[in-house]
Structures are given as structure tokens and as C-alpha cells.
């Protein structure tokens, strides 16, 4: 039975269709063809019974060629009366059968090639209204139903990895307010202290031109790391917002580019670099834009923390562009490690710059799954 189920499953809807159907029309056809059969054979023994026993009857004759039987047999209306009843079972078999089998074959269609695959569609569907994707549509088949469940089975797929990225997205937001909020509180509070400060001693010129100086410096600096913090977040709207668009690009100018801007961004620090290109491929599809952006994010951070030298490495391993910038300072402690994600995390700064640490930060969401698109 298992057997015959797959290969019904395995076969279009109205290729099985048609085989219920003719299937079902063959019994219907037997089926009445013996029902007529009988029907006749107690007609014809029905008939046997019509005869008269002429020694027992009484004859009149009424003329040359015309006989009367008085006082017939009893038995002849009983007999007539059956002889209709097979009349009747004679001419409607064929009717009651063929429609006792549609509607049977219609039910055992739907039971076997419908009803499962709908049952199943309806609960997902159910499932889905409720925001609940934690189900699966198995339906095993080749048939329109079986497609029908497995195009269902990737909405659901596609409508829970949206769902967890918009979740994911909606956590990085808030991550990123919050880190905002921290951020901006140190400069503002400076500014507020400072203005307060000239407000309360300048008018009264308790507060001498020197101090004023240096007040107006404190802020000024507060001022441009604020101004910095508003860029920063300007670059991360921005991602929001960014679409990959790949373009046929020949491989030498594109990795030129980034080797010229490594020695310009490194030489004006002191830093030497080595820059090796391993791809042997003439061109490939990317988003050099895109590329150029993460190159540019992972030197400055090499840049940051290196000591005299950095170490380039870039290659095409199953259509993935891989670049490798490694330095040689310290690297990260084990603090850093666990807190290198975080929004507007910078460790221990060594040069007094205000860097906003959002390197390691913006890469995972808005990158990584972007890079083997970017790539190819």
C-alpha cells in the first residue's frame, strides 16, 4: 500500500486524476454488466413460469386461428410483477453504479492526494498568523501539492530569516542608543560644567584671559569629538541603507588601488607594509566600494595598534575574496576579545585620539552576510 501511495504521489495531479477515474470507471462498467446480467437471467427464469399447463386449463376457441385460456394459473401476475422488478434493476444498474463510484472515487482522491498536503498548508497558515515559525512543512512527492508545500516550506524558511534579522537589526539599534547615550554624556556634561563655569566668573571678571583660553580649548576639543560621534553615526545610517551592487572589475587596477592606499594611509604614520596579492584571476564580479570600505576600516584598525609593520594577504578561495591585514603590536587582551563587538568599546587608548571603536562592531551585521554577495 506504502508503495502504491508514492507512486501516486509521484505522479501530476491530473495524470493521477485520470488514472482514479478510469480505474473506477472500469468497476462500474463490470459491475454493471453483471448486475444486467443477472437482472436478465431472472427475467428469462421469470418467463418459464408464464407457461400454462393447457391439460389443466380450459380451452375456448374462438376462432380459426385465435385460442382463449380460461382459468389461467395464479402464478402469472406474481410472475409479471418480478419480471418488472428486473426490468428496473436492468435499466438503472449501470446509472447506481457509475454514481456510486464517482463519489467514491472523488472521496478516495481527496483522502490520498489532497487531504494531507491542505491539512498541512491550513495549519501552517495558521501557524504563521499566530507569528509562530518554529514548524516545518514535510510532504514527501513530486506532485503540484508536493511543490506547492516545499515553495511553502522556503516562505517559511525566507519569513523566519527575516524575522531574525529584523530582530537582530532591532537589538543592534537599540545596542547602538544606548551606546549613543553613554557616549554623548562625558562631552556634554564637559561643555555643560565649562559654560556654566564662564557664565558664573566672566561677568564679574573673576576668571582670568588665560583660564578663559583654556576653557575655550577644553570645549572646542569636547566640540570636535562630538562632531566626530555625529559622523560616526551618520556612517552608520548609511549602512542601513547600503545595497551591494556587483560590477565586472579587472583584478590588478582594483588590488593597485588597495595597495596604493595602504602605503598612503601607512606611510603617513611611519608604518611599513607588505602587501601580497595571490589572485591569478584576470577579473571577477564585486563591489568595489564596498570592499574599498572594509579594507579601509580593517587597516585603520591595524594602523591603530601597530608598531612598525603591517602584513596584507589577499585571495580568492571558492569565490570568496579573503584579505588578511595582520599587525605587529600587541594584539587584543582577553578583555578586549570578549568586548571587541561592543558599540563605541576602543580598549586602552595609546595615541589620545577619539576613536569611536566601531569597527568590530558594524562588520558582523551589516558585512559579513553582505561579503559573499559583494564577491565572486
Not at 419480471?83 to 478516495?108: D, E, G, M, N
Not at 554624556?185 to 563655569?197: F, N, Q
Not at 580649548?217 to 566640540?223: A, L, P, V
Not at 595571490?278 to 576600516?297: G, M, R, T, Y
Amino acid at each position: 500500500m506504502d508503495k502504491i501511495e508514492k507512486f501516486l504521489h509521484s505522479l501530476p495531479l491530473r495524470h493521477a486524476f485520470i488514472l482514479y477515474v478510469a480505474v473506477f470507471a472500469l468497476l462500474a462498467s463490470f459491475l454493471s454488466e453483471l448486475s444486467c446480467r443477472w437482472a436478465n437471467d431472472q427475467i428469462c427464469a421469470a418467463n418459464v413460469a408464464y407457461l400454462v399447463d393447457i391439460s389443466d386449463a380450459i380451452v375456448k376457441e374462438v376462432s380459426d386461428h385465435i385460442v382463449l385460456y380460461e382459468n389461467p394459473t395464479p402464478i402469472f401476475a406474481e410472475n409479471m410483477a418480478a419480471v418488472r422488478k428486473y426490468q428496473v434493476v436492468s435499466t438503472f444498474a449501470p446509472v447506481f453504479w457509475s454514481v456510486l463510484f464517482l463519489v467514491f472515487c472523488a472521496l478516495l482522491f481527496y483522502r490520498l492526494m489532497l487531504r494531507e498536503p491542505l491539512h498541512l498548508l491550513g495549519e501552517a497558515a495558521s501557524h504563521i498568523a499566530e507569528n509562530d515559525l518554529d514548524f516545518h512543512i514535510v510532504y514527501d512527492g513530486n506532485n503540484e501539492m508536493a511543490v506547492l508545500c516545499r515553495s511553502f516550506e522556503k516562505m517559511r524558511e525566507s519569513l523566519d530569516s527575516s524575522t531574525r534579522e529584523m530582530v537582530g537589526m532591532i537589538e543592534q539599534r537599540k545596542r547602538l542608543n544606548d551606546a549613543y547615550t553613554h557616549e554623548l554624556r562625558t562631552p556634554v556634561a564637559v561643555l555643560r560644567g565649562y559654560s556654566d563655569m564662564i557664565l558664573k566668573y566672566m561677568p564679574g571678571k573673576q576668571m582670568s584671559e588665560e583660564e578663559l583660553l583654556n576653557y575655550i580649548q577644553i570645549m572646542s576639543e569636547h566640540i570636535s569629538r562630538i562632531d566626530a560621534f555625529t559622523d560616526s553615526m551618520n556612517t552608520i545610517q548609511k549602512l542601513d541603507d547600503l545595497t551591494i551592487t556587483r560590477r565586472e572589475t579587472t583584478v590588478q587596477p582594483f588590488f593597485r588601488i588597495l595597495e596604493d592606499t595602504a602605503d598612503v594611509l601607512c606611510s603617513s604614520q611611519g608604518i611599513s607594509v607588505v602587501f601580497q596579492n595571490n589572485i591569478k584571476k584576470c577579473s571577477f564580479a564585486i563591489d568595489s566600494e564596498a570592499v574599498l570600505q572594509v579594507f579601509e576600516n580593517l587597516l585603520g584598525n591595524a594602523l591603530r595598534f601597530a608598531e612598525k609593520k603591517v602584513w596584507i594577504c589577499c585571495s580568492l578561495e571558492e569565490s570568496m575574496l579573503h584579505m588578511a591585514i595582520r599587525d605587529d603590536g600587541r594584539g587584543f587582551s582577553e578583555k578586549d576579545l570578549k568586548k571587541a563587538g561592543l558599540c563605541y568599546y576602543r580598549g586602552k587608548e595609546t595615541d589620545g585620539s577619539y576613536h569611536f571603536g566601531l569597527g568590530l562592531c558594524i562588520l558582523p551585521p551589516y558585512f559579513a552576510e553582505n561579503m559573499e554577495e559583494a564577491c565572486e
